[in-house]
């Protein structure tokens, strides 16, 4: 038996189903809360959406059954949703990302955040198997013990930059910030899209921070064997060193951070941004493949080559991707944007499991006309979001995408007719 409860609740709490944007926001809806005993499992988490109403906190925190939500809104439209929680929220995230876009407007500062998402990220051991022990983007960063690690010189500038949109939008975590800043950066910088996902849970305290040495160093003795030997044990691989490696095409290497690079040159003197520094290439807030030509070139000594960078035209292997990126920018493009992603998600924890994409939401295009037609072409797996989208759609029209809608007969028949009475009169004359 099921107990069964309603609500009448303002809009913001009307929001918050997954399949909302089906449903005005705007308007008050009712809410159902029904139980079912034979599940048992719901956590602490999983409730932890609804908990930030005292009331319906209140309600749920002692219950020990998943809820099943009914939503209906005034003109009668009903969809059946599991509360969805993740570990940001999406609209904050969206405007977060305007916001990050606003800030990259005013300070260029597009090279330093990148460079805090892929030192939060790149401290990932894939050999270790407890989370967040393993490292990687899970916003450890942001402690003192970890930003005073040598590699990290310099990345207080990017925190400091980013927590007043932390203060700002709580509903999101460090880890995703950093990455949000980061692939935001490259592509506000004219680099491609990255399919980017969100959730990452955060590390919660300085003695989750991994321990000093996982990234990293510009001048090893050995720089191919230490970028295998640091790269490999993120589970990343000889094209997606030399891929991410071209994200030195934007930025500036500073004596006084990192020991490496010239104090100025003509192409920093004048920043944007505070001044100073060696770029690795002219245009150094424009991100293209002129990383790889101008090190295959070498033709300016203004211009940055780290031992690092070096190698990527002197290893056999790295070689081979680094003169394809330099003849073509394309697949530099597609090959960087893969790397990012996959370098973003390293050892991450993400709630809810599968991640969260905000790229097509609301705040950036109107919700889209639900079209069968569009969904039925092809034979691509659809993904998860969009199947959940798909089924409010159905849902909020009383059917279901598992069977077909009940076809109104009679239209049917008196369209029979009138194309029958249309075809008589024609050929009646
Ligand atoms: C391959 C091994 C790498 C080494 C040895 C290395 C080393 C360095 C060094 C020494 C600096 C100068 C820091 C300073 O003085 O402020 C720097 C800057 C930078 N690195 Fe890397 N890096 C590596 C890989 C990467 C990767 C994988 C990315 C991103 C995906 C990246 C992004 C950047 C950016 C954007 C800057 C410029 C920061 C700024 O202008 O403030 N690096 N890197």
Redesign the pocket.
């Known amino acids: 038996m099921a107990e069964r409860l309603s609500l009448t609740l303002p809009p913001t709490m009307a929001a918050f189903t997954a399949s909302s944007r089906i449903l005005p926001a705007a308007s008050r809806a009712r809410v159902s809360l029904a139980y079912s005993p034979s599940s048992s499992s719901a956590s602490l988490s999983s409730l932890k959406c609804l908990g930030s109403t005292p009331l319906v906190s209140r309600l749920f925190l002692n219950q020990k059954r998943s809820p099943v939500v009914r939503v209906v809104s005034e003109r009668g439209l009903s969809a059946v949703a599991t509360p969805k929680c993740a570990a940001s929220d999406p609209d904050q995230l969206r405007s977060a990302r305007a916001d990050i876009k606003e800030l990259l407007k005013t300070n260029f500062c597009h090279?330093?955040l990148?460079?805090l998402g892929?030192h939060d990220a790149?401290t990932y051991n894939k050999n270790i198997q407890e989370w967040p022990q393993k490292g990687g983007a899970n916003g450890s960063l942001r402690f003192e013990v970890e930003l005073k690690h040598a590699a990290n010189?310099?990345l207080v500038n990017a925190l400091k930059l980013l927590q007043p949109l932390k203060d700002k939008y709580s509903g999101v975590t460090y880890a995703d910030l950093f990455q949000l800043a980061s692939a935001t950066a490259i592509e506000e910088a004219g680099g491609p899209k990255i399919p980017m996902k969100y959730g990452r849970v955060d590390a919660t305290g300085p003695t989750e921070c991994p321990e000093e040495g996982r990234l990293?160093?510009?001048g090893p003795p050995s720089p191919a064997d230490h970028?295998r030997d640091?790269?490999y044990r993120m589970g990343l691989n000889d094209k997606e060193?030399v891929a991410?490696?071209g994200?030195?095409t934007?930025?500036?290497?500073?004596?006084e951070?990192?020991?490496?690079?010239k104090p100025e040159t003509k192409y920093t003197k004048d920043g944007p941004g505070a001044p100073g520094?060696q770029s690795w290439t002219v245009q150094?807030l424009k991100f293209d493949n002129s990383y790889f030509k101008d090190i295959k070139e070498r033709r300016d000594e203004d211009l940055l080559v780290?031992p690092?960078d070096a190698v990527l035209f002197e290893d056999a292997s790295f070689k081979e991707y680094a003169e394809k990126y330099a003849e073509d920018q394309e697949t530099f493009f597609k090959d960087y944007a893969e790397a990012?992603a996959k370098?973003s998600n390293l050892g991450a924890k993400f709630d809810p499991p599968e991640g969260i994409v905000i790229n097509d939401g609301p705040s950036e295009s109107a919700p889209e006309k639900f079209v069968a037609a569009k969904y039925s072409s092809g034979k691509r797996e659809l993904s998860d979001s969009m199947k959940q989208k798909i089924r409010a759609e159905y849902e909020a029209i009383g059917g279901s995408p598992d069977k077909p809608l009940p076809t109104n007969y009679f239209l049917n028949i008196i369209i029979v007719i009138a194309v029958l009475a249309v075809l008589s009169s024609l050929f009646g004359n």
């Open positions: 090279p330093i990148i460079r892929w790149g010189a310099g990293p160093d510009a970028l640091v790269f060193i991410l490696s994200a030195h934007l930025g500036r290497s500073r004596p951070r990192s020991g490496w690079g520094g150094w780290l690092t990012h370098l």
